[in-house]
């Protein structure tokens, strides 16, 4: 479905005493009593890769806090009284077997949602990468690739995480399936995470990147981030461990009385919220009804919740899974108390049982964590690569003039990878009109389906990217063709660059509880309430110049201004790092938001539901600014967040006008809903009923921005409380491909940068990229061994082709700014441009949503901008396979690396100087003259 995602926090890393933990914990060791940070009921991007630049190692947080401190917990939520209101479940529909690996049809999941419910409840958890890794990856990693590994996960079942797009679904990663196990260059991204148990899970990830002259793997140690799903809040317990408050309680009643404790497992039979037909009531019952203690209940042996008995009864309702699981409920008596300790007899139940189960048999033994399908362990100490060939082909379909299957396959099964392939106007073209992503897993194959209505009818350059895992021997390598025709079928090949003889990977830091960032002045653990970072820059100057964004993430949003004479005013908070290298925030009136024809996208089939009708009728095609980001089109979300609603009665409303546009046009803001439910229109220029965006509490949202018709258009935006006016009116201009529509574009100042933009690293999604004006480190490619015969570092075109000194690149609108180099390929698919999704190896067509490849992972890594294609792979995919010409050209290329790690702005000071010293030089002309 469309996904909501929120933008990644620039978070200062420097002075961070980060702590690891290798192994994961026994899961009745405390829980999470004594964790410094219980993430719940609010948006939160864990695991966080951290770069650290002095030590060239990684680490993680969440947000920014060790990932190990924190725990994430899942409890139950609603957004409302509806069927598909209980935020904290997701049941499975029938008829879709591209969501088999979730489990049978109609069963239910505890589910983190992409789509969280009022407060972020019951958490708004994502992925992310800090800022660092991102401005590091350039410079220091083979490719600009880096990756998140899941190693495995202990817990009572099953974890997936994945979009959904309505009619299909990209798997991110899963604790079973060992061809979902890395996200390439992760950027900020919002997803399902289900568990098929309810109970406490620690997910194991390590962070791996190649250094950029190949000769060492830059890999972190193993951290465990913490999931509790159901149960109470994980800091209200009290029992540190179990087995030593078991053993020091006592064995007999001391006060005579005949007690027998039970177990009652029982579907639920309340029906207050939406999904509790689907819960099991779980009670306790010590036979008597004084007592007092504390119930500590497990599943599969994993911690689920620790409860008061108050007395002598506990009762929990909780979403059992599909399949059975060991249930025991182990008693701790109230110290002081005649009462004695009881543990149950492990019983088996699951959500598909309706008959009651009574358990009275008392068990001496406290069941140890032990999931009867346990989580494979994945973690290559190196990925060989003996074939070096990849290949896309794209075929299309039967009675369809733009729909096609690509299929993208490995020679080596083996290979993991990220690719991503792109059609541009022309080499020169700065952004791609088609775009289409994804990964390669185990098996070394990804088969998704894209519309090319954008770029049917003309030639287009097309370029093949593949991003290898930092742990193969191959690196990342591109290939270009020019005038390529989009026939029934057509591909193209392409040969790995290899690293000759391969290098060991780094040993992982032995364990250590002791900070791996030195800092002379150590920063305090945060207490655990953790300060609001949601109003980040609200207090920063207004940026006032005029400036076109064409990419990244950005919210309007409301600030407290002691200058407006509402104390209030609308500001566009732009996250896109375009000409800066941290978030800023801007009048809204001065921005422009230039939308390319990649962000074309035709309403399919399976989008038939009415609501979907301000996409126009089913074949029809709009301009949509996707809910889920996709790194070629800007990515607008609207926020309260930071707001005291307390002041603001009838909640906050965002009333959205069309001040201007093309003449029988229509705008809509919307969300869809789960698996293709209807969806939720907020905002429809053609029903003035449909203007406002309302909110109830702190907010942050992202939906799908849809415009009818390529041309200008002018939006206005406010902020209410009811009709009462809490900030001004401001509005900003839409520039939708107007190309189609000719409209003169201003000249650039003389100010303006030289370069074109490059596709902003905002959640780490975009390209690293070689702008027309030649700069020296702007290499689409490291320097490993090439089967090409000329190796030569990246540059701009007219470094690399004689024919671009005599074309010279088109200065596009977007030049008043120049955005700073990015790592990523990014998540889209632009056959299914809604949400900037992509399909899964099932083949489905993918509209509503994101990225993830068919065969392992999802955000993806960096390719070269189409002016870089021809130094990264002009030459047809590498054709030679000597060995020794490998290691000669390896060797020939290490002086590149090492050049290509040249700050990006050398350039700066050095024409400084050159001016000085030229005015010096004329003074003293004039002075001799």
Known sequence: MILIMRVKRIISTGALALTIALMPQLAWAGPDRDTEWVVTGQHVDAPIPIWHADTHSFTMNTINMPVEKTVLWLPKAWAGSGAQDAKYQLEIPEKRPDLAFLGPEHSVLNAAPQNPGPNNTPIWAGLGADSSVEWAAPDEFDGSTYTLDLINVDGPGRMEMFIDHGDSVSRFLSSHDVAYRSVYNPRHTHLFTTFTQPGRYQARFRVNARSIDGKTIYTSPIQSLTWQVGGSNPSSGTITDIHQAFAAAQAQRSDGVQAQPSLTLAPNPQREHPGDQHLTEITFNSGHATDQGRLWLTVNGYFLTEEPVVDGKAQVRELLGDDDALIQAVFIPEAGSGSARWASTPQAFSQRDRAEVRVTRASSVIIEPSNPDPSPVWDPAQISVSR???????????????????????????????????????????????????????GGIDIQQQDLGACIGQPMYMKFSVLPHPKSLASMTTKAQEDVELSSSFGMDLKLKMWPGGSPAQPTPAPTVEPLLPSASPTPSPAPNIPDTSNDHKDDALKTNPVELARGHMDLRLREDSGAATHYSLVLKDDSLTGEKTSVMRAIDSVTWKVGVN????????????????LGAIGESSYVLPETQNPDIVWPGVSTEGIDYSQFPKGIDYELKVVDSPKDSRVAFFQGGTFGGPANIMVDSANPAKSRIHTDSPTHMHANWVFSKPGHYRLQIRALDGDKEIAAPMSWNVSVHEA??????????????????????????????????????????????????APTPAASPSAADPKASEKPSPQPATQTTTTPPSNTLGQVSAGERLLGSRSNSSGSRRVLGGVSGGGGAVPLAASAEPSSAPTASESPAADSDSPAQAAQLSNDEAGEST??????WWWIPAAALAIVLGAGAALAVRRRG
């Open 740 to 789: 189609a529509v000719p409209t003169p574009d201003p000249a650039p100042s003389a100010e303006q940068p030289s370069e074109q933009p490059i596709p902003s690293p905002s959640p780490s999604a975009a390209t690293p990229s070689v702008a027309p004006v030649p700069t020296p480190d702007q290499t689409t490619a490291p320097s490993p061994a090439s089967t090409e015969s």
């Open 899 to 904: 050049a290509s790690r040249i700050p990006r």
């Open 388 to 442: 070096p060939g990849v290949h896309v082909s794209y075929t299309r379909k039967e009675g369809s003039e733009d729909q096609y299957t690509v299929q993208v396959q490995a020679d080596d099964p083996e290979l993991r990878a990220a690719y991503k392939v792109e059609f541009f106007e022309s080499e020169y073209d700065f952004s791609p009109w088609c775009a289409i992503e994804g990964t390669l897993g185990k």
């Open 599 to 614: 962000a074309r996208f035709t309403r399919p089939q399976s989008l038939s539901d009415p609501s979907y009708d301000v």
